[in-house]
């Protein structure tokens, strides 16, 4: 499972029950990528993955953000609402990061224990 994405487009699937849900996903895998991620954006369509990683900071959002923490198959083992002008705790396990709008991601649902698949754009 240690496929490697490229900064672009694509679409992230909730698998979930009784349907799974696609949300338009924008894939930071470059260094570049990964540092901007939702800095200075009102809003954000869908969600970012941050690849590698495995923790994140809000300092200079405008906006609270939902944060998914995945392990290396693409299970959610944490999530967590962070208002901006804070430092998350990285996770041990995670190797990538999901980044939505505060509220998007209990919506999908997605929460611990989910598996969620990444569909090139």
Known sequence: MGRRWRDGRGTLVVHGRPDDVSVPLEV?????????????????????????????????????????????????????????????????RSRHVLEAEAGAMAGWGLRVGVRVTVEAG
Do not use: Q
Request: proline letters at 8%; zero cysteines.
């Open 28 to 92: 930071a895998s470059s260094y570049r990528a990964r540092t901007k991620g939702l800095l200075g954006r009102d809003f954000v369509d869908g969600a970012i993955l941050l690849t590698p990683a495995s923790g994140v900071h809000t300092f200079r959002m405008r906006i609270p953000i939902d944060v998914a923490y995945l392990d290396r198959k693409l299970n959610v083992i944490a999530v967590r609402t962070m208002p901006p002008g804070r430092l998350g705790l990285p996770r041990l």
